[in-house]
């Protein structure tokens, strides 16, 4: 049998090589664990998303958006069972997991700003404990959250696992197209006088909600995992390319962003 040392040397040479690792023999107990702690905080967050979604298939405008927001939760749901799965594969017990948590639970109230905080035991981002009260809310859900998923999925799609990398592509598909939802109301309610002061007032929440999920820029962890290539970037470089990019889609349409200041 390897030593700690022995299986730390083998799986840092098969990284430096470019060669993903695909069973749970090849990693160290530290791998596993920073890996476990990836994946459950995307699997308890699109469980989550899933469950605060549901009540908008009843309450969405029209009954093409009832089925568009259906859509939405399905993907979420197979999402959520997707990563499951991978956890099962690194030896967690899943149902037992589940059990313990309640995902349909929305701790923080609408106006609260709970920053980096996590409220409950599950793994979920935080953003998921602010409940969507209002259609604007849904619409800039999917405009900056999910957008903000989609830059930190982008260092899954060439981290060193190779099972969760191969999954992430299906699941980033489906997410730029929650996103490209999210883009066509947004332009939508924007351009009505009528529609785009509550459309502001929902972006001056949503965007701050976003902005706290990166985490901490040069935080111990993170830089763990950029050693194990799970993560490849800095929690802040992930953070500016969102800001960036929704800056950018702001100012073509007339929007404001308000000004974020971390908790740290």
């Known amino acids: 049998m390897l030593s700690t040392e022995e299986k730390e040397a083998q799986l840092f040479a098969k990284i430096e090589a470019g060669q993903k690792i ?4 090849e990693m160290p107990d530290a791998y ?4 476990t702690n ?24 029209t009954i093409e958006e009832k089925f568009a927001v259906s859509n939405i939760v399905r993907d979420e749901m197979r999402h959520a069972l997707a ?39 599950d793994k979920r981002v935080n953003i998921f404990y602010y409940p969507i009260d209002t259609w604007y809310d849904f619409i800039m859900f999917n405009f900056c959250m999910d957008r903000g998923a989609g830059h930190q999925l982008e260092d899954v799609r060439h981290c060193s696992y190779g099972p969760w ?18 883009n066509y109301w947004v332009k939508k309610l924007a ?11 929902a972006l001056d929440k949503w965007y701050i909600r976003t902005m706290n999920i ?29 800001h960036d990019e929704v800056k950018g889609l702001s100012q073509q349409w007339g929007l404001t962003l308000p000004e974020w200041k971390p908790n740290w």
């Open 214 to 242: 990166f985490g901490r820029p040069g935080s111990r962890r993170n830089a763990l995992y950029q050693k194990y290539k799970l993560k490849l970037r800095d929690n802040d470089v992930v953070r500016q390319a969102f």
């Open 32 to 35: 596993r664990e920073h890996l």
């Open 165 to 182: 990398a191969r999954e992430i592509e299906k699941i980033f598909k489906e997410e730029m197209m929650h996103v490209a939802h999210g």
């Open 83 to 121: 990563m499951y799965g991978l956890l099962e594969r690194v030896g967690v017990n899943i149902e037992a997991h589940i059990g313990q948590h309640d995902y349909n639970s929305r701790g923080a109230e609408a106006t609260d700003n709970i920053g980096d905080k996590r409220l409950g035991e």
């Open 22 to 25: 695909e069973s749970l023999d």
């Open 191 to 201: 351009e009505n006088p009528e529609t785009k002061p509550e459309l502001q007032e």
């Open 38 to 61: 990836l994946m459950m905080m995307q699997a308890d967050s699109e469980l989550a998303g899933c469950y605060g979604y549901m009540p908008w298939i009843q309450k969405a405008p």
